[in-house]
């Protein structure tokens, strides 16, 4: 073999690493886009026209506002807003995605996965509406074995550590609107099946929710994640009509995970953002056999990540 020749090979596959990079991240660009105009539909389709000031509408094809009026009402071009929902390649700037939250009438967490997927800078977002910061995901990994995550009043898992999700069952492909604790003990069988106390946890968990809505009752989010749990669960329909309400406790929940057994948790809210409802919500043993069985759900997670 010639020293050219020799020499061209390096060159050949440092392009083709090169390609398959500039692939990848093409690849990302799109999900992230596909991602971003699924989210905005939904937060459009959730919102009725008298919530930001228009008029009631007799006959719609679809729910909540019509693009136009988002577009109107956000001050940008109607094909621009298009666009934007149906994920094409355009750029938002920071300024038109504010304009766009404010219509949608985005809650600080949803405002945050709106700028991540868009992949802008949010400068005029509030420290403490942010959804996990480095130094709080840093936190959550530090706390294992011990399964932890961090939520808000309405439930949204905003962050968690590993073992939290070799506990709960997957989080990180699930969609955004459905990485809800309320949401999935509700709808998700497994979690079910894992809850010995599944009326007790979720008659309390409802009753929070109803406690912490007040300070919401305005706010579409909230009202959304209702509809939705009342069309989807029975169970969770004839609790919200019970109208109970609850204040966070600290106690004990009983686990049967398939992996490891019975496992007893201690948990406990630290409050992260009080205005918000965000905490930090650890889940230690109850006993030294769960300790153990945590132990082991932690290799178990830090194994299925290798």
């Known amino acids: 073999m010639s020293a050219q020749t020799t020499a061209a090979a390096p060159a050949a596959d440092s392009r083709l690493a090169a390609d398959g990079q500039r692939a990848a991240s093409r690849r990302d660009q799109l999900l992230r886009r596909q991602e971003l105009a699924g989210f905005l539909r939904s937060r459009r389709e959730r919102i009725a026209p008298q919530e930001v000031g228009l008029p009631p509408a007799t006959r719609r094809r679809t729910p909540g506002l019509r693009r136009e009026?988002?577009?109107?009402?956000?001050?940008?071009?109607?094909?621009?807003?298009?666009?934007?929902?149906?994920?094409?390649?355009?750029?938002?700037?920071?300024?038109?995605?504010?304009?766009?939250?404010?219509?949608?009438?985005?809650?600080?967490?949803?405002?945050e996965h709106l700028f991540r997927l868009a992949d802008a800078p949010d400068g005029t977002a509030m420290s403490d509406c942010q959804a996990v910061p480095p130094e709080i995901q840093l936190l959550l990994d530090q706390l294992g074995p011990y399964p932890a995550c961090v939520r808000n009043a309405?439930?949204?898992?905003?962050?968690?550590?590993?073992?939290?999700?070799?506990?709960?069952?997957?989080?990180?492909?699930?969609?955004?609107?459905?990485?809800?604790?309320?949401?999935?003990?509700?709808?998700?069988?497994?979690?079910?099946?894992?809850?010995?106390?599944?009326?007790d946890a979720t008659r309390r968990m409802v009753a929070e929710y109803r406690a912490a809505m007040a300070e919401?009752?305005?706010?579409?989010?909230?009202?959304?994640?209702?509809?939705?749990?009342l069309k989807a669960s029975p169970e969770f329909a004839e609790l919200w009509q019970?109208?109970?309400?609850?204040?966070?406790?600290?106690?004990?929940?009983?686990?049967?995970?398939?992996?490891?057994?019975?496992?007893?948790?201690?948990?406990?809210?630290?409050?992260?953002?009080?205005?918000?409802?965000?905490?930090?919500?650890?889940?230690?043993?109850?006993?030294?056999?769960?300790?153990?069985?945590?132990?082991?759900l932690s290799r178990r997670a830090a194994e299925a990540r290798l």
Not at 70 to 95: F, H, K, M
Not at 216 to 229: G, N
Not at 261 to 286: D, K
């Open 69 to 111: 009026e988002v577009a109107t009402l956000a001050g940008v071009g109607v094909t621009w807003y298009t666009w934007l929902e149906q994920g094409r390649d355009i750029n938002a700037s920071p300024q038109v995605l504010d304009a766009v939250a404010r219509t949608l009438l985005l809650d600080p967490h949803e405002r």
């Open 216 to 229: 919401h009752v305005a706010e579409p989010a909230w009202k959304c994640l209702v509809a939705r749990l």
């Open 242 to 296: 019970r109208h109970e309400v609850a204040a966070p406790e600290n106690l004990t929940k009983r686990y049967l995970h398939p992996e490891v057994g019975l496992l007893r948790l201690n948990y406990t809210h630290l409050w992260l953002g009080q205005r918000l409802g965000t905490r930090m919500v650890t889940y230690t043993p109850a006993d030294e056999e769960t300790g153990e069985r945590l132990r082991d």
């Open 154 to 199: 309405r439930y949204d898992i905003l962050g968690y550590n590993a073992t939290y999700e070799r506990l709960m069952g997957p989080l990180s492909d699930v969609p955004f609107e459905e990485r809800n604790g309320l949401w999935r003990v509700f709808t998700s069988p497994a979690r079910r099946a894992a809850m010995i106390d599944w009326p």
